[in-house]
């Protein structure tokens, strides 16, 4: 893996861990504070999550290979849809681990860590090669 790579990687990560503390906390608030349904909370803090890390992720990780001919409307409607697909993955997982053991206590942020460790691949390779294509795939 060359430095550039890596780098990449990292502020991949970075980004996913910020957009993780905040789909952890509007998690907390949506169940606890408005004591809404697993689904519901999940929802509104996976979407407040995915425009946290496409702000970070278009500026930090793939800044350099951005098509920027691409406008915001179309690299975010990219990115969202990327995002819905890696998003079914995490969100089902994260359904199945609630169902399987509850939702009290510390049980709906293992269930949020086991969905968002099952969609970080799939974010990754489409981001990089779908997403923020523009010279990642010129020679």
């Known amino acids: 893996m060359t430095r550039e790579q890596a780098a990449k990687v990292a502020a991949f990560l970075v980004a996913g861990g910020i957009g993780f503390l905040v789909d952890a906390g509007l998690l907390w608030v949506g169940l606890n504070t408005l004591e809404l349904s697993a689904l519901a909370a999940r929802a509104i ?6 425009l946290t890390t496409w702000v970070l ?40 681990v609630i169902e399987a053991l509850g939702r009290g206590g510390i049980y709906p942020f293992i269930a949020l860590a086991a969905g968002v460790g099952a969609g970080l691949v799939s974010n990754f390779l489409l981001y990089n090669f779908v997403v923020f294509r523009g010279s990642a795939t010129r020679p």
């Open 57 to 96: 992720n278009r500026s930090l990780a793939f800044a350099s290979q951005r098509d920027r001919a691409r406008g915001h409307g179309s690299e975010l409607a990219l990115y969202g849809l990327a995002t819905l697909f890696s998003g079914a993955i995490n969100i089902g997982l994260y359904l199945v």
């Open 45 to 50: 803090s996976f979407t407040a999550a995915m």
